[in-house]
C-alpha cells in the first residue's frame, strides 16, 4: 500500500519546501494532535515546538475552543460580510477595540496574514488618496522584515530567499536599519528613519513593522522604546505606521499585543492573524483609527475601501477568535508570564552551548553562527528522534533555532525543551 507520505508527495505542494529534498526530508504523516503534542500515523508523538507556524496557542483539540466553533456550526457557518453581519463578528471587533482604549475602534477582516498587510497598504494609501494626497504612496519597511509573501506584502518584505525570485513584479520599497538588541543599534536605527522620512515624507504613505520581535530574521529583538521613538517619527512626519502583529500578537511577547510595552501613542494599523483563533481556522484582522474611517465616508462609491473576501468575517473563525479572547479575559497573560519565567529558568544552563541566547515573553532563540550546511534540515530530522517537531530559520548571518511553543509550559515540559533541544544540537554539530 501506498504510504500517506509518498501519496503526499505526489499530489500535495508543500509550502516553504523544495520538493527535490522530500526524498531526504520526508513530511511527518500527523494523524492527530493532543495539547502540545502531534501524532503521527505510527503513533509517535512530537512536542509542537514552533505551535504550527506560530499558530497554536494552548494546545491542539483544545476543547473550549472546539465547543465555540460547534456551537456556532449549529447556528451560522457562514454569511457574506458585504450587506449582513452577524454577533460573533460584531463582538470580536468591540472586544479588541476595547484592548486598545477605542483607538482603533474600526475592524476589517480578512482571511490570513498576508491579506491582513494588503489590506492595510491599500488602507493606507486609499486613505491619503482620499484626502488629496494621492503622491503618498510610497511605503517603508525594517532590513530584514518579514510581512508575507503575496506581491504587496512582498513588496515590504525584506528577506531574500522570498523575495529574489519575484523582485521584477514587486513594488519599490524604501528599506531602512532595523534595530536588533544583539548591535545596540537602536540610535543609529531611529537615525536612518528620521533621515528617510525628512527627506521622502510627502511621498510616503506608510512605515510597517514586526513590533519587538521580527520573525523570519532569525527572532531578531528590539527594545520597546525604538518602537516609541518610532511612533513619535511618524507622527512628526505626517506618516502612517503600520504594526504587524501577525506572529507577536495574542500574548506572544508578554502582553496581549506587543505594542502595549511601548507606552506610546497606539499606531494607525494594528494587524492579527496566527493566534487569534488559537490555531483552529483563519482569521485576520486590521484595526485602525476614526481618522483612517472617516477618509473614507462618503457618498461617493468609488472612495469606500472596495475590498473582499468571500471568507471576510466568518463566523465560526470568529467565534474561536471570541473564545480566544476569553481565555485572555480570564488571566491568560498572567500565566504566560509565569511559563516564560520556566523557559527561561531552563535554557539558562545552557547558554555556552548556544549564541546569543535571547528571549522576549513566550518566544526562545539562540544563533549557530557556524552552522554546517543544511543546516536548518538536519536539525529539524534530528529533532524527531527526540520527539520534537521544531524547525529552525536559516538567515544571512547563519541559523536561529527557536522555540514559540503552546501556552502548555510547566517545569517538567520546559526541561524536557532544554534537553530535547541539546541532544539535537549535539546530533547536528557532531
Not at 456551537?71 to 460584531?90: I, N
Not at 530567499?161 to 548591535?183: N, T
Not at 466568518?314 to 520556566?342: I, K, M, S, Y
Not at 549564541?355 to 534540515?377: T, W
Request: aromatic share 8%; with cysteine.
Amino acid at each position: 500500500m501506498t504510504s500517506l507520505q509518498d501519496r503526499s508527495r505526489a499530489a500535495v505542494w508543500h509550502p516553504c519546501t523544495q520538493m527535490a529534498r522530500l526524498a531526504d526530508m520526508p513530511p511527518l504523516p500527523i494523524a492527530r494532535g493532543e495539547g502540545p503534542w502531534l501524532i503521527d500515523t505510527d503513533g509517535r508523538r512530537y512536542f509542537d515546538a514552533n505551535s504550527s507556524w506560530w499558530v497554536n496557542l494552548f494546545g491542539h483539540s483544545d476543547q473550549p475552543l472546539l465547543d465555540a466553533i460547534k456551537a456556532q456550526l449549529d447556528t451560522l457557518p457562514h454569511v457574506m460580510l458585504a450587506g449582513c453581519t452577524h454577533e460573533p463578528a460584531v463582538r470580536l471587533a468591540e472586544r479588541l477595540s476595547a484592548r486598545t482604549g477605542g483607538a482603533l475602534g474600526h475592524v476589517f477582516f480578512g482571511s490570513d496574514g498576508a491579506s491582513a498587510v494588503e489590506i492595510a497598504l491599500k488602507q493606507s494609501f486609499h486613505s491619503w488618496k482620499n484626502r488629496g494626497r494621492a503622491e503618498k504612496r510610497e511605503f517603508v519597511c525594517l532590513k530584514n522584515s518579514y510581512h508575507g509573501e503575496t506581491l504587496g506584502a512582498l513588496s515590504v518584505t525584506d528577506v531574500q530567499v522570498f523575495r529574489d525570485a519575484y523582485d521584477p513584479l514587486l513594488m519599490r520599497a524604501h528599506i531602512v536599519a532595523s534595530p536588533d538588541a544583539r548591535l545596540g543599534n537602536e540610535a543609529e536605527a531611529l537615525a536612518a528613519m528620521r533621515a528617510l522620512l525628512a527627506e521622502r515624507h510627502a511621498q510616503i504613505a506608510c512605515v510597517i513593522v514586526e513590533p519587538l520581535v521580527q520573525g523570519a530574521a532569525g527572532m531578531v529583538m528590539h527594545a520597546p522604546s525604538y518602537l516609541k521613538g518610532l511612533r513619535e517619527l511618524t507622527r512628526e512626519f505626517g506618516v502612517h505606521l503600520i504594526a504587524d502583529e501577525i506572529a507577536v500578537g495574542c500574548g506572544r511577547t508578554g502582553t496581549f499585543f506587543a505594542w502595549e510595552q511601548t507606552q506610546a501613542e497606539w499606531p494607525d494599523f494594528m494587524l492579527l492573524s496566527k493566534g487569534i483563533t488559537g490555531g483552529t481556522l483563519p482569521l485576520s484582522l486590521v484595526l485602525t483609527t476614526d481618522d483612517v474611517f472617516a477618509a473614507f465616508w462618503s457618498e461617493d462609491v468609488t472612495r469606500g475601501f472596495l475590498h473582499s473576501h468571500s471568507y471576510t468575517g466568518n463566523p465560526l473563525a470568529c467565534a474561536a477568535a471570541n473564545a480566544v479572547l476569553d481565555r485572555f479575559d480570564a488571566g491568560q497573560l498572567e500565566d504566560n508570564q509565569a511559563q516564560a519565567a520556566r523557559l527561561s529558568r531552563a535554557f539558562a544552563p545552557l547558554t555556552s552551548r548556544m549564541a546569543h541566547l535571547r528571549q522576549r515573553g513566550m518566544i526562545l532563540a539562540f544563533d549557530v553562527p557556524e552552522a554546517p550546511p543544511r543546516f536548518a534540515e538536519r536539525f529539524h530530522l534530528a529533532a524527531r528522534a527526540h520527539e520534537l517537531l521544531i524547525r529552525p530559520i536559516s538567515t544571512n548571518s547563519g541559523s536561529t533555532v527557536y522555540l514559540m511553543p503552546p501556552y502548555l509550559i510547566d517545569d517538567a515540559t520546559a526541561a524536557f525543551l532544554a534537553r530535547a533541544v541539546t541532544a539535537t544540537l549535539n546530533d547536528v554539530l557532531a
